[in-house]
């Protein structure tokens, strides 16, 4: 053998070399079949899904429907007051003995019971106004009698119409109930026995929008600016197919919604204007921190502030990894907040002891926390800087402040939007500018006569068709 060639490898370095590399190749076949299953996943949610947020994890023990023992109070269907019996049937013992032991039986009173049910479907209520008609010996004009439940235009081909109520009916199940448009006419039809058609539904909301709906809507709009602390949120809509925003404002009994192009501070200063003297409650969205809404006090959500910190810790963007004291500042300021929502809930509840000194405490720990300085991490110095000039603002802790009015989170505008988001998916949001309108004014004259807990949703949009007017505060 040439002592110049280099010595053969020996068999105990081949076969560690051939295990190194069949490691290597189960390694490298395990992450091409992730990357492979993770194409998949992201193709096919591109694609229309039946439950497109599903996580397709079952749980292994799913909760049994239901109350919890210990959670809530124990309720159950209470019993209708007499006045409301519409039939009583007397229900004798028949039995001469006792089933169980034949022994005699003697009366030990009377239980009643009830059954609540639909009535048979009531003749619909037909007003015919027999209108005396003239006509000119000079002219040949007509002159028609005029009642003041009759429309002016009331004539010929439109003589025959719908009522008030039946309207504010199908109008509330639409824009209330989110039932389609397609499916009003089936419903009305099989429940109140009267026909109408999906043109007429549309066209009776655009023209109640030009008018006394449209009226209610705009003194909604003013009335809001007057309330002492107001939420929005916004999500996402269309008109004719284009990309559009639907806003919500809400306070505690008054609720308005409204659909832009755009969301910038100009929409949101035309419901809350710059001179706001109430308190805004907001998300972290950039347009409400223009210096046009800078005298508007705010409360930012802790619950969005809360979701940030726990991705900073979790999920680190950019491969960044807080680790040791680089986690201290989300820990923190996690447990700062916390303890502060506790107090406003103690506070409400009435167990908060020492309510102002606990407040002062939580507002100088959280100063101090969120003052300036040199911290480690990008995702910390991202927050320090945000959150920090938000707290110099006044914007985190207000609702230690105002206690009464200002809540710590979003939640109630985020409830309130809820309903327009299963619209959304429901309908496909609006074909026009002007139905988009329609929608906004309807959904806040319903939203705010169900906060205000009027007796009658019905008669209460039976009295804005006609006289323009929401009833007052309860």
Known sequence: MDPSQPKPPSYEALAAENALLRQQVAELTEKLAAALAENERLRRSGKRQATPFSKEKRAAQPKRPGRRRGQGPFTRRLAPPPESYTRQVAVPVTETACPECAGELVPAGVETVTITDLPAPPPLEV???????????????????????????QRGATAHRIGPRAWALAHWLHYRMGLPVRKLP???????????????????????????VGEAYQALRQELAQEPAVGTDDTGWKVGGVTAFLMGFFSRLTSVFQIRRQHRNDEVREVIPGDYAGTLG??????????????????????HIQRSLTEALEKPALGERLVGRGRHFCRRLK??????????????????????????????????????????????????????????????LRFLDEPDTVEPTNNRSERGLRPAVIARKVSHCSKTWEGAHAHAAFTSLFCTLGQRGVPSVLEAAVEVFRTGRLPGRP
Not at 140 to 153: I, L, Q, S
Not at 199 to 212: I, N, Y
Not at 286 to 303: E, F, H, I, N, T
Request: proline share 2%.
């Open 282 to 303: 907001t998300d972290r969205g950039r347009s409400y921190d223009a210096r046009a809404l800078a005298g508007v006090k705010q409360q930012k959500c802790l619950a």
């Open 186 to 212: 089936a419903v009305l039809g099989t429940v109140a026995g009267f026909a109408i058609t999906q043109g007429a539904l549309t066209q009776d909301a655009l023209r109640r929008t030009r008018g006394r």
């Open 127 to 153: 007003t015919a106004y027999h209108l005396e008609t003239c006509c000119c010996a000079a002219c040949g004009r007509r002159v028609w009698g005029t009642h003041p439940e009759v429309p002016a235009d």
């Open 335 to 396: 447990q700062l907040l916390r303890e502060a929502t506790a107090l406003w809930e103690a506070y409400h509840t009435g167990t908060a002891e020492a309510f102002a000194a606990e407040r002062e405490r939580l507002l100088a720990a959280v100063t101090e926390h969120l003052r300036e300085r040199p911290i480690r991490g990008e995702a910390n110095r991202r927050l320090l800087s945000e959150l920090g000039w938000q707290h110099r603002q006044g914007h985190l």
